[in-house]
Structure formats: C-alpha cells, structure tokens
C-alpha cells in the first residue's frame, strides 16, 4: 500500500468509536507517523477481523478481487467464532472457504500459503466434530495463564507461589458463598435485567435498567401526542377497537365511499385517541382492560428522562451522554413488520407515566433509508447511511420520532473518510445472552 493508502486506513481506525464492552479503545493503539498498529489485545484483534478490517480497507481500495477475499475470510470467521453455530450452515461455510482460498491461489504467490494458511479448510470440520470453538481454542487458557503469572510473587520459587495464590483464591470463593452481598466472585453482570416484579409495571416489554441520574421533566403536548398516537398503533389489545372506531366513521359518512389504507390510518391518527376515551368513560363494550382504561386516560404531561438505559442485553447511551466519551452506544436499527431496517441515533429517553404503567420511549434521529441519498449498499454488499438525510424529525405532528425501548438493537457506526455525511454500519451480538433459536424442545427435555 502507498502512503496516502496507509494513512487513510489509519485514520479509520483512530477515529474509531465502539460500543461499551465490545473492545478496548482500539485509537489509542494507531500511529499516524508510521502508519501502526501497536499495542492490540488478542480480543481486538478478532474485533477487527470479524467487522472492522472490511469496512476500513473500503475506504482505501486496494482492489476489487482483495477486496473479496478479505470480506470472505472475515464473515467466515465471524460465524464460525460466533457464540451459537447452526449446524444447517455449516456446509454453506465451508464452501465458502473453499472458494476463498482459490481466489487467494490466483493473486498472492504460493510461498504465502503455509500450513496455517491451509487450516483453514479444516476448521469447519472441527466445529461439527467438537462444537464452537470457545471451548477448544487456546484463547481461554492463555487468559487463565495470565492469572497465573499474576500470582508469582516470589521469583526464586515461582511454582510455589502460583500454588499458594491457587489454594488461597480458591479458599475465599468457598467462602464467598456463605457472605451476604457482593463479593469478589458474585458480582452482578455489567448489563442486569430488571426483575418480575418492575417488568410488570411496563407496558410493551419496555422495562429495563436506567443509568446515570433520572431527571423529572415537563414534556410538550406535541411529542405527547406523538408518543401516545405511537402506542395506541401498536397495541394489539386495541384492534378490535379500531375496527370499531372505523366502522362508526364509515356510517357517519356516504355508505358508497370506499375508505383507502391511507385514510383509514389518517382517521386513526386524528379522532381515534379521544373516541377510545369516550369509549372507556361510557363503560360500554367488551374487552376493556386494565392495560386499555390506562392508555385511553393518556399519559401524563410529567415524566422522566435518562442519559442511557439497559434492555436486551444492550447498553444504550444517547448522543448528549456519549460526547465527551470515547465509546459510541447511541446507534440503533428498528426492524420494520415489512422487513426494513431503519437506522438512527439515540438522542433522547423518556419514560411515560400512565394510570398504573409506565412505557419507555427513544427519541431518535432516523435516517431516510427509502432513498439511495440515504441508504445504499456499496459494491461489496457494505451498508453506508448518510446523517445528512433525516426523516420523522418530530418537526411535524404525523411524525414518528419515538419507538419502544424492546423495539431496537444496538449498531454502531464507521465514518467513511472520502464521503461527507456516509458512515458504515456494523451490527452486532449482546455479549451476555445466547440465540437459542425458535424450536420448541421435546415435553421430555423441557423438563
């Protein structure tokens, strides 16, 4: 690679900003003088190879068929690292690379494929053998190995040493059982789940862990109404009542006029609100839930605010809390019944107080992702969305800035160094929770 090459590919990687948790601070390991990488963990080392060497190599274009190789070597090795491995997929993997290795035959010379090299053709056949790899591979024990070392406080005698600081550690986490509170070896995870009794007090799964300091605001009638019309949209207990609502729109008017989809939801929008309210003050009608007479009060105009919250597994953080930080936890995707995704950024969360319930909401810059000027993939399948192209700003009153907290996953964006405004996406796994797929399990293993 050139010099100007180098440099663009570093500067990639010093303005690199990932979630909480995912990997270390990987700017602080570039040297822009020498065009370096120095200092990387084992574990920051997988990071850039599974998601972030593609996208930043995008940037430089070294060429097209390079290119290829390299997106095909890093997806191979993300699922195969991957925590949950389908064993359906396992034949598409390793046709996958096969052909990777014979594009690499036909650019790099043959002194370059070593025995590791070609071991990657077997790598497949060992996960079908012996199951994901975190439980074979050495990564594990070279870790352990460095608490090992830790404990030799006496160089002349080291194996005395790791023993002693063996059987003491071992002492104190037999003892740590029988001690109330947090100890050293019961610590609670970095990202907890709310227990049964808050998540009961939520609607719409939104319960979660707050952070930072909970601030009591005032909420103007415009994003309550957004809010609540939002709610009311997707609450399935309601649909009998929109059919209902309709229907007596639809007597109102010319029995020959023929309601569209987009009339009938412009109805919804308008009147909709107050006539469930009337509805729920008359009493009459079937249905009417605790969860519905909540809803068809509305929510109060008081509510809370919070700088980041936990749910799912992920540590959300809006765009005000991150600024001064050097991780990036406000990306979020939303994925739509019709099978669009619709990123954005955190930029407010606000929790709704109801009769009995509370609903948490994110506020989100969202970006047009309907329009090649806002979305498009490059001609390596790499998603780029522009900032610059904002849609539901919350400007207007049919906008739809907010989403339930249970409805979005975390992202995290690369900024594209040639491209004013692009930004890569990059999706990827809560660290604490496993995809254990959709099957049922027999009544015997249930049990």
Known sequence: MSREK????????????TPDGYASNISRCVNMKDCTLTGLK?????????DI?????????PSKDVMEIVIGISNFFKKLCSKVIDTDELQTLQESIVVTLCNMEKIFLPSFFTVTVHLMVHLVEEVRLG?????????????FFVQLKALVKNRAQPEGSIAEGYCMEECMTFCSRFLDGDTHFNRPVRNPEPSGNMKDMYMFESAGEPIGKATV????????IQAHRYMLQHCDELEEFRKESVDEEKGKSCPSTTLTLASIDKLIDQH??????????????????????ALAAKPSKHGVRYNGYIINGFRFHTLSREAARSTQNSGVVNIAEDGVNYYGRLTDIIELTYTDYKVVLFKCDWYDVHHRAGLRNDEFGLPLVNFL????????????????????????????PKAEGWNSVVRFKPRDTFDMGDDELPPDEAN
């Open 6 to 17: 180098k440099e663009v590919l570093c500067s990639v990687f010093q303005n690199l900003r």
């Open 42 to 50: 084992s574990h920051d080392n997988h990071v850039l190879l599974h």
């Open 53 to 61: 060497l593609p996208v930043a190599l995008r940037s430089c274009y």
């Open 131 to 143: 199951g994901p790899v975190h439980y074979r591979w050495m990564y594990p024990m070279e870790r």
């Open 217 to 224: 605001s005032h909420f103007d009638s415009q994003l309550l």
């Open 272 to 293: 909709f609100p107050d006539w469930l309210e009337q509805k729920v003050i008359l009493g009459d009608g079937l249905g009417i839930t605790k969860k519905v007479r």
């Open 389 to 416: 192209k904002k849609i539901h700003t919350g400007e207007k009153l049919e906008h739809d800035p907010c989403v339930f907290s249970s409805q979005v996953e975390q992202v995290f964006y690369v900024e594209h």
